[in-house]
């Protein structure tokens, strides 16, 4: 778990504080991992607490991150550094924490990123990490994972080590989200609960987490009762139980359907989920429909036939990918998942996302 | 917050896989400090993992925890080994987990464990230690705090280094808990939760943990549908989640109350916050309503007239440390509480217990 978590609106003003007795010495730098959406944004920028060589690299989340980018930011950081960083802080969704921790690991593991891909396979601890999320749903900042796309698959470095050793959950930096992407990184969050809840993993740790964040996510997407400032709050700690939740159970049927997409078509995860849960109401009733009101009343609208042109061979990528995260299957219908899901079955499904 | 913990029944079996990678050397113990209650229950105490000079020490709790009888263990720890201890591991209920942490930190800190009474007094990082609770409630597993009684007063070592480095949820643990005593410890997790809730400290992050335990306390002590193991299971997850809501907020009137009981007449924790929580509808109606109804049902019967034959001087040392306890007063009632809690309300309500 994530030892050091500050709550509060406006937290972000403390980030000074919370680096200076980290930093080794005046070599070490920090180096800020942003979303590059940021970048002209000097109500965010000017409070980026800059001292010696600390350094932004701005980052665009516009694609899922690669093993490739994390080996060249790797890279980067060593090449442009007397030494190894005071701590790498991560400041955006999903994509720029998982980028964060991915790249605090591999400062201080040999090798490539996609060596690490799967559970338990890092031997060094990482380098001092700070997740401070700026969107809410995804759950990155409290998982013990970091999902990357590698060369022959979409998965996870999963290892204690990954973990930041501080959060700051500062709701004001959601402030300006735009609404689609509101919605989709809040469905994640949804999507996970329902998935580890109804799953066969579950336990009454993962439960109590996960019945948390749902009730929260209704509360944000169906209620008409809270202000903006309250929605960002409760997202966030949504997105922060819903993630707890996943950490000692699993997802299920639409995050192992979405990295099948993700990893063909490069579709968000955000967006991924919803295009995919929108279609498993045989395997998650209830929650789709739940989703499905949510999405109306947010004037919503999927994007249709994505897979409407594809190619066998591209079915059989996606259905690789998707086959292969057996843990995610397994939690969702059990050991014997093999007998209802075929290639046959996922094909049918994906035909008609 | 903890950076590890283990959920499950049966989960106390993986302690040895737990400490090995811990211990420091051969001359470096683990010391297990253990309610008495398990003195001869080898179904517990035969699966704790002795090797080289680890040593159970068992420890009543009978009585509150105390800063004397903390630098007494450390003495006593620091005497009969050769090296300092590579952990401390606490076995028990509130004052076996709160002793561990307390240890733990002296063992680190020069002087006396009552010159860390307080707020972030602590220099030294602790001693690696380990919570394993037998009885769920409390929170102190998740806390920040090692509630003491001390020559002058009963107050927390409250300190980054006060929570554990690992805990242990087995919930079989609980499975011979009396009845009493079950509900005295449940019951200060939900007093945790109402006065959390209620408080004007209160944040959405506090609020989500605190909704939760409160749900889970409800759950066990008024529905009539929960399997003995289900209960333990909840119960200890719900004392996890009011820890945490405590944690980022403050408790409240019954808090202050039951320490100057405590402090002056040795009342266990547990059933003096439920001793003060009984009188106070005009602080917490719908809380004290609840807690009435779980009463009954429970078939608990609480001592009465405990304060009937104290003198004049004995009611000002309990309302003393009740008011000095000021964080608490000014949690339930707001920055202008001296304004209504004044020396005669308070024994006024004292005198009814």
Redesign the interface.
Same mark, same amino acid.
């Given at each position: 778990? &994530?030892?050091? &978590?500050i @709550?509060?609106r406006g937290s972000f003003n403390q980030l000074s504080d919370i680096l200076a007795p980290k930093r080794l010495n005046i070599n070490a730098p920090f180096i800020f991992l942003v979303d590059d959406v940021f970048k002209s944004n000097s109500w965010l920028t000017s409070r980026i607490p800059l001292s010696y060589d600390d350094k932004i690299i701005y980052i665009s989340a516009a694609e899922e991150p690669k093993t490739s980018q994390v080996d060249d930011l790797v890279e980067e950081i060593i090449l442009s550094n007397k030494e190894r960083p005071s701590g790498i802080i991560g400041i955006g969704g999903g994509t720029l924490l998982d980028l964060a921790k991915a790249v605090s690991i591999m400062l201080t593991n040999e090798g490539e990123a996609k060596d690490y891909q799967g559970w338990d396979l890092v031997k060094n601890k990482a380098i001092y990490h700070v997740g401070i999320p700026t969107i809410s749903g995804t759950g990155a900042e409290v998982s013990r994972t970091t999902v990357l796309t590698g060369p022959t698959r979409k998965l996870g470095i999963n290892s204690?080590y990954t973990p930041f050793d501080q959060v700051v959950?500062d709701?004001e930096l959601l402030k300006d989200v735009p609404n689609d992407q509101w919605f989709y990184t809040g469905m994640d969050c949804f999507i996970h609960c329902v998935e580890s809840l109804q799953g066969t993993y579950i336990?009454? @740790?993962s439960q109590?987490?996960g019945? %948390?964040a749902l009730s929260?996510c209704k509360e944000v997407f169906l209620e008409d009762n809270l202000t903006s400032k309250?929605s960002q709050?409760?997202l %966030? %700690?949504a997105s922060w139980?819903g993630g707890m939740s996943i950490v000692?159970s699993q997802v299920g049927v639409a995050h192992a359907m979405s990295y099948g997409l993700s990893y063909l078509l490069g579709t968000k995860h955000g967006i991924g989920n919803c295009i995919v849960f929108d279609h498993l109401e045989e395997f998650y009733p209830e929650g789709v429909k739940l989703f499905k009101q949510m999405k109306s009343k947010h004037n919503v609208v999927l994007p249709q036939g994505i897979c409407s042109k594809l190619s066998d061979k591209e079915f059989d990528t996606m259905i690789d990918i998707a086959l292969d995260l057996e843990p995610l299957w397994e939690n969702a219908l059990g050991k014997n998942w093999k007998k209802t899901i075929t290639r046959k079955k996922l094909k049918s499904l994906y035909i008609k996302m």
């Open positions: 778990m &994530v030892p050091r &978590v @709550f509060g204690d959950l709701s336990n009454t @740790f109590s987490y019945e %948390m929260l309250e709050e409760k %966030m %700690m139980h000692y």
